[in-house]
Nanobody, 118 residues
Framework: QVQLVESGGGLVQPGGSLRLSCAAS????????MAWYRQAPGKERELVAT????????NYAESVKGRFTISRDNAKNTVTLQMNSLKSEDTAVYYC???????????WGQGTQVTVSS
């Protein structure tokens, strides 16, 4: 079973930036479409950004388009989410996973908390 470890979260002021990283164990990482998700308190987990296995195509939720950038390094089994111009509504626990249609492929990691507040 692949293990996912997210990191890079923290407390940041509105307008600030954070860079999240997700490390995945296992050699099968590179064949999977990867995604970042987030879950705010009292809300369901939502899809934030996706990236194809080669990294050649990305997609974003409307709420983060133009502010967030997803990337991956298949040699290092990592996927990254660069978050700029952060807003209070971006506050959530962020998770990564392999996306298979409407579902995810692996067990969730512990996530990384992002708090945007002045």
């Amino acid at each position: 079973q692949v293990q996912l470890v997210e990191s890079g979260g923290g407390l940041v002021q509105p307008g600030g930036s954070l860079r999240l990283s997700c490390a995945a164990s296992g050699s099968i990482f590179s064949v999977n479409e990867m995604a970042w998700y987030r879950q705010a308190p009292g809300k369901e987990r939502e899809l934030v950004a996706t990236i194809t296995s080669s990294g050649g195509s990305t997609n974003y939720a409307e709420s983060v388009k133009g502010r967030f950038t997803i990337s991956r390094d298949n040699a290092k089994n990592t996927v990254t989410l660069q978050m700029n111009s952060l807003k209070s509504e971006d506050t959530a626990v962020y998770y990564c996973n392999a996306k298979v249609g409407r579902f995810v492929k692996w067990s969730w990691g512990q996530g990384t908390q992002v708090t945007v507040s002045s």
